[in-house]
Each structure stands twice: as structure tokens, then as C-alpha cells.
């Protein structure tokens, strides 16, 4: 059954433009109250006098979900205004192009991800909480993007967080499907908006074309949505249609490189370290525990093998800053970076949760990896150094595992970054790896908490071995499978988008 009914009382973000303001013209003349919020007054108040004066009712509030203070303050305005919403349209979203090795101001990239990623997230939670409470069947929409699936390499920071909130999506979905409130994703193609910058993104398709097919399909009860290549993409992808390709080329793991590894100190990590200094490697492990670090290199250092240890912090982007430019320091020879460092928290979304405990995971699992790799790829470039990224993200890139759904959300993300990546530093002599594990019987979650899953050593020897002799994305087990179905009919959308 529909959930556009009339006398609904919606809020949408980003609802005084592009395909929000579509929306709102729609859901209003469908006899529904709309709630847009933006952040420029001017443009909130001409588009409330110009529907209001055709009778229909739209309200507006300046609001702004770049942080968490301002989307807390605007959650606690709107229950207080409007305590009978029971809509909320996740629309809000900008797109930047960006070059991965100019050296672009990290807050630039941030923002970005706050308000495509973050805010959807955050305000979600909030909203699902405060319906569960008060007995309220409501709706969340997402606003995500045929780029969830087959990234642009030229925004590749919202491709990573379209593919996020696509993989959260589904793990929101499963979450509330006994809580009376329904999960809808709107996924969207190219559409003539200001989503870029204005008159930045005039091609595309129509956007009265694209919501008017859309918003019909929804009015007919339908939870996911896409429309032209995004509703193509969504079908393959929803379906498993996707060519089976391994890349090779000549292997990176030679004698002699310096390489970094963030989290080297334990799980897969420390499998990777062992094999990378047996192979005649210096391996600097970058950890947060001094001790667990002294006892590894102790350890390793004792038999013959060259590793070094660093203490340091990949949550904040003032941490990477400063471990990058020691590492510049110290290890000049450096030439290879293996973002590793992960967590993963089991989270109910409707638990009302401190949003700095979801943002750590995101800030360790997704900003860490796209800063580092941009900090050190721009250095290389400069000083002509031929380098190697490898990237560690997961099988559950592919497919969600509800319990942790943020954890998810950012290997997808990652998943999708990894690609735009590579494709960047094609022609830069860069080489970008992917690692994609299954479970794997590490600390991951907690100690003692994630004791299911293959053996680590098991999955490191297959993985190192397949890396050894050149393939640049490697996965293991159930993910290896989500790999190769995932790459089926992907990697030529892929290319074509990208030429």
C-alpha cells in the first residue's frame, strides 16, 4: 500500500530545489502538508509563497544538517512544530568534482560527506527513535544515485557516499520491518539540477520526467525505485547480472619496499605484516596500543625481519595529517600505504545511539582511507615516486549485514572509492589494490566477540598469494563470490562512464 496518502505531514531536506522541490510539488498537490527544509531563506520563502498561493500547504524552516549540533537542533524544532510528521525524505545533497591528487582542503571533502552520508544516517535514527516512542507509522526516504553502483571517478567522494547510504538503506529497511515504519530509496540518474554547482549539471534527464515516473511508482506501494540507467543498474544489481574479471599485472610485493599498514598490530593487519617482512620488506605499523606495537616488533624483530613501529590515530583528519607528515619524515623511501584500520559496532538504529560512536566508525573505516590515500598519492606524484594503495573493505560491500549497518555503509563506500581511485591514478604509476575479506576470525568487533569466520592466516595466504602474482582486487570465500558478481556487466558500465 501506497504511503502517499493524503493529510501526510512530510519534511524533506533540500525540498526548495531540484528533485526535492519536485517532490514537494507533488506531495502537495496530492493534498499532503510539506515541510522543506534548506538552508537559504530566500529561496525557502519564494518557493512557500508561490505553492501557498495556489493553495496548497507547504511550510518552510531554515535548517542546515552539515553537523550533528545543527541536525540535533533541527529534529527537536521540528518535533515541537510539526509533532504530526511521519514523513521523512532524506534529499538533501551536493556533488563535488575532485581530483585526488590536487591536495584539496580536507573540510571541503568532509562537508561532502556530511551532509550525503552523515546527515541521512543520523536524521534517520533520530526519526525512528522518536516514532518507535510514540507509536508513529512512518516513512523514511533516501534520496541515493544510480552512482551507487558504478561509481564516476570524477566525484568520486559522492559515488563513495551514494554507495553508503545505499548499503544503509537496506540494512534500515531490515531493521524497521516489524516497527511500523516503511524504507523507501528513490535512486536517481543523471537529472538537469543544481546538484553539481548551478549551471554546473544541465545534462541529464528532465527532472519532471524522472519524478513523475518516480513518484507514480511509489504512489503504487513500490519501496526502491530508480528510473533509466540508475533503474537498469538497480535491477542488475538487485538480480546478480554482473563480467567475471581478474586484472593481473606484474606483482608490487618486491624485496625491499617500505611499507605502511594502518592497524598492522593485530587481525589481518598483523597476517599481512608477517608475510610482507618475510618477503624481505620494511613494514611500519601504525597503531593506537604502544604496547601491542612494541610486543609485534619485538616479535618480528627478533627473527631476523625489518619492521618498525609508530603510534598513531586515523580518527581525526589532524591525526593523519600529522602521521603522514612524520612518516614523510622518517620514511622517505615509503612506497606503500595499506589503509587497514577498521572497526565494526553492532548498532540498533532505533536505540538512540551518541552519534560520536557512529561517527568514530565512519570517521576510522571511510574518512581515514580517502584522506590518507589523497595525502599520499599527491606526495608520490610530486616526488615521482611509484607507489601503492591497497585498500581493505569487505564482502559486506556487496550485501549488508544488518546488525552492523554502519560498518556496511562505509566498506561500500569505501568499495565504491577504491574504484574512482584507480581510475584517477591510471596513468600516474600508482597501482590501486583492493582486498575484500569475508568474516574473518580477528578482534574486529571487540575482543573475544568476533571469533567466527575463516581463520586469518587460511584467508591471508590465498589473498597474499593471488596479490603476488599481480591481481590488483581479490577477495575470498563468500565475498570473493559478491566480487565476481558484483564485476559481472559492472566493470563495462564502469568504463563506459568513464572514458
Wanted: charged share 20%.
Amino acid at each position: 500500500m501506497s504511503w502517499i496518502t493524503e493529510g501526510r505531514t512530510v519534511i524533506i531536506t533540500g525540498g526548495a530545489s531540484g528533485i526535492g522541490l519536485a517532490f514537494t510539488c507533488r506531495l502537495t498537490q496530492d493534498g499532503n502538508k510539506v515541510v522543506i527544509i534548506g538552508r537559504r531563506q530566500d529561496v525557502i520563502d519564494t518557493v512557500v509563497a508561490d505553492l501557498s498561493s495556489k493553495g496548497f500547504k507547504v511550510h518552510g524552516l531554515r535548517g542546515d544538517v552539515t553537523t550533528a549540533a545543527e541536525r540535533v537542533a533541527l529534529f527537536n524544532q521540528i518535533k515541537t512544530q510539526y509533532p504530526d510528521a511521519s514523513v521523512l525524505i532524506n534529499n538533501a545533497g551536493i556533488q563535488r568534482t575532485l581530483n585526488l591528487t590536487y591536495g584539496d582542503a580536507w573540510e571541503n571533502v568532509t562537508t561532502e560527506l556530511d551532509i550525503n552520508l552523515h546527515a541521512p544516517i543520523h536524521l534517520s535514527m533520530l526519526f525512528s527513535k522518536h516514532w518507535i516512542e510514540n507509536k508513529t507509522a512512518g516513512v523514511i526516504a533516501t534520496v541515493t544515485s544510480g552512482l551507487s553502483f558504478i561509481p564516476a571517478s570524477s566525484v568520486p567522494v559522492y559515488c563513495a557516499t551514494k554507495a553508503g547510504l545505499h548499503s544503509f538503506t537496506w540494512s534500515l529497511r531490515h531493521q524497521l520491518k516489524y516497527r511500523g515504519i516503511k524504507v523507501v530509496e528513490i535512486i536517481p540518474p543523471a537529472v538537469s539540477t543544481n546538484l553539481n554547482a548551478p549551471g554546473v549539471h544541465t545534462f541529464g534527464v528532465n527532472v519532471d520526467v524522472f519524478t513523475d515516473e518516480v513518484y507514480g511508482r511509489l504512489k503504487q506501494g513500490e519501496e526502491e525505485v530508480g528510473y533509466g540507467t540508475a533503474e537498469k543498474r538497480r535491477l542488475d544489481y538487485r538480480a546478480g547480472i554482473r563480467p567475471m574479471l581478474v586484472q593481473q599485472a606484474m606483482s608490487w610485493l618486491t624485496q625491499e619496499r617500505t611499507v605502511i599498514i594502518t592497524g598492522g598490530a593485530s587481525g589481518i593487519g598483523l597476517a599481512f605484516t608477517r608475510r610482507l617482512t618475510q618477503d624481505g620488506n620494511k613494514v611500519v605499523i601504525i597503531g593506537r596500543r604502544q604496547d601491542v606495537i612494541d610486543t609485534v616488533v619485538a616479535d618480528l624483530s627478533s627473527k631476523g625481519f625489518k619492521v618498525h613501529g609508530l603510534r598513531g590515530d586515523v580518527t581525526t583528519a589532524a591525526e593523519r595529517v600529522a602521521l603522514f607528515n612524520q612518516i614523510k619524515t622518517q620514511y622517505p623511501d615509503a612506497s606503500v600505504l595499506i589503509n587497514n584500520a577498521g572497526i565494526q559496532r553492532t548498532l540498533d538504529l532505533t536505540s538512540g545511539e551518541a552519534w560520536e560512536n557512529v561517527t568514530t566508525e565512519v570517521d576510522i573505516n571511510l574518512h581515514a582511507p580517502i584522506h590518507l590515500s589523497m595525502l599520499f598519492a599527491k606526495h608520490w606524484i610530486e616526488n615521482k615516486i611509484a607507489g601503492v594503495i591497497a585498500t581493505i573493505t569487505s564482502g559486506l560491500s556487496f550485501i549488508p549485514l544488518t546488525p552492523v549497518p554502519v560498518y556496511c555503509a562505509t566498506k561500500a563506500g569505501l568499495h565504491s572509492f577504491t574504484w574512482s581511485l584507480r581510475h584517477q591514478l591510471k596513468n600516474k604509476d600508482i597501482k590501486v589494490i583492493e582486498i575484500i575479506p569475508p568474516a574473518v576470525n580477528t578482534d574486529l568487533n571487540a575482543p573475544g566477540k568476533h571469533t567466527f569466520g575463516v581463520n586469518v592466516d587460511v584467508f591471508a595466504d590465498e589473498v597474499y598469494g593471488r596479490l603476488k602474482q599481480g591481481e590488483e582486487e581479490v577477495g575470498y570465500g563468500m565475498a570473493e563470490q559478491g566480487r565476481l558478481s558484483y564485476r559481472n556487466g559492472a566493470l563495462q558500465a564502469f568504463e563506459n562512464m568513464n572514458m
